[in-house]
């Protein structure tokens, strides 16, 4: 990415680099198979296709071996596509042994111990008709997220059943675009403030991950983030007396790096970055 982080993450006692990455989802279903979500049971929440899940692991096998720093937690969007992408990534995270020609998580051997994740409603999609089409989205409102089916979906001892989500529900259906982008940057913060010691990384949508440049970037506009594309966010934290200090999130991802194109602009308020999110 950029600058090595010094050895065990730590300028000195007291100041810790602290690492967050932001990462979309794998290739969803219905952006391939565009009629899928005309005999879906849930529209709204299309899963990943076979490609999606080889993208995810092979990102999470790029992220083990080019971050040069490790995981401590993972946390993941209720959305059935994030679960998915999550459990492939958390895999090769936490792989004893796979070699070049394993392109999944299938039959793959993990040490749980490596990391530990939980579900946060925080990252989840932007909850309105510019992402989740009215045709799509449930008419009752209910997005109907079982939390304790879609852990069952990550990788054996990797949940943290203690965590509590910053978010304890979804947003309202109908957030503004804005609104959106607001709680994607505090839901940002917010985990790296309740973690201030850990390195994180946040499986989310293509809007969050947006954010996450936009937001720590003076004047700059997101217009592509690609399926799997990520984005390393990095600040010194100095820890006093039980409590902490940090500075603001500085951006080491580079235009194109690692799946996210933007320019030097003002972004607009009214529609979303890039659709199919």
């Not at 065990?8 to 794998?26: E, F, K, P, S």
């Not at 304790?148 to 109908?174: F, I, N, R």
Request: hydrophobic share 40%; charged share 25%.
């Amino acid at each position: 990415m950029d600058a090595p982080l010094p050895e065990n993450n730590t300028i000195n006692d007291a100041t810790h680099l602290q690492n967050v990455v932001v990462m979309r989802h794998g290739d969803r279903i219905d952006s391939i198979e565009p009629l899928w979500v005309t005999t879906a049971a849930r529209p709204w929440d299309p899963p990943l296709v076979e490609d999606g899940r080889i993208r995810a692991f092979g990102t999470g096998r790029k992220l083990k071996t080019d971050l040069g720093f490790p995981i401590h937690r993972v946390f993941v969007s209720p959305f059935l596509r994030c679960i998915q992408t999550a459990a492939e990534v958390v895999s090769a995270l936490c792989a004893v042994e796979d070699g070049p020609d394993v392109l999944s998580s299938h039959g793959v051997a993990i040490d749980p111990s490596k990391l530990k994740v939980s579900i946060e409603y925080g990252l989840c999609e932007m909850l309105n008709r510019e992402t989740i089409g009215r045709d799509c989205a449930p008419k009752d409102g209910n997005f109907g997220f079982n939390i304790s089916e879609l852990e069952a979906m990550l990788p054996a001892g990797t949940v943290d059943h203690a965590v509590k989500p910053v978010y304890k529900e979804l947003p309202q259906w109908e957030e503004t675009v804005m609104g959106a982008r607001t709680r994607y940057e505090q839901i940002i913060k917010a985990l790296a403030d309740k973690y201030p010691s850990e390195n994180l990384l946040l499986v989310t949508h293509g809007e969050g991950v947006g954010v996450s440049v936009s937001a720590f970037l003076k004047d700059i506009s997101v217009y592509e983030v690609e399926f799997c594309a990520y984005s390393l966010l990095r600040r010194s934290v100095v820890h006093e007396n039980k409590s902490f200090t940090a500075r603001e999130f500085e951006v080491l991802t580079h235009y194109g790096q690692t799946g996210i194109s933007y320019c030097s602009a003002i972004p607009t308020t009214s529609s979303p970055m890039y659709d199919a999110m």
